[in-house]
Nanobody, 114 residues
Framework: QVQLVESGGGLVQPGGSLRLSCAASGSIFSINAMGWYRQAPGKERELVATISDFDTNYADSVKGRFTISRDKVTNRMVLQMNSLQPDDTAVYYC?????????WGQGTQVTVSS
């Protein structure tokens, strides 16, 4: 089992920045990849960014604005979000994958509004 806890969400003005963090615990040695997903009201959950030992991937809508990173020593994954726009408003979820399946955090709200 893998437990994931997100933090760092909040209210920010358009053009501002936020830094989301995901703390992993449990069977962390078995994690193959991690990522961030988001779900806006009335919409499907969508991929934001993923990271593995081999590469990183970003949704087209966040390329050049968001940066994903992972520290295996501290067991944390970070999503640095810059130039935030109202369309980025959503609940952001941390995700981890191992051979047994996928695990999710409880989510953290990000609201971009003036």
């Amino acid at each position: 089992q893998v437990q994931l806890v997100e933090s760092g969400g909040g209210l920010v003005q358009p053009g501002g920045s936020l830094r989301l963090s995901c703390a992993a615990s449990g069977s962390i040695f078995s994690i193959n990849a991690m990522g961030w997903y988001r779900q806006a009201p009335g919409k499907e959950r969508e991929l934001v960014a993923t990271i593995s030992d081999f590469d990183t991937n970003y949704a087209d809508s966040v390329k050049g604005r968001f940066t994903i990173s992972r520290d295996k020593v501290t067991n944390r994954m970070v999503l640095q979000m810059n130039s935030l726009q109202p369309d980025d408003t959503a609940v952001y979820y941390c995700n981890a994958v191992n051979v047994r399946g996928a695990y999710w955090g409880q989510g953290t709200q990000v609201t971009v509004s003036s």
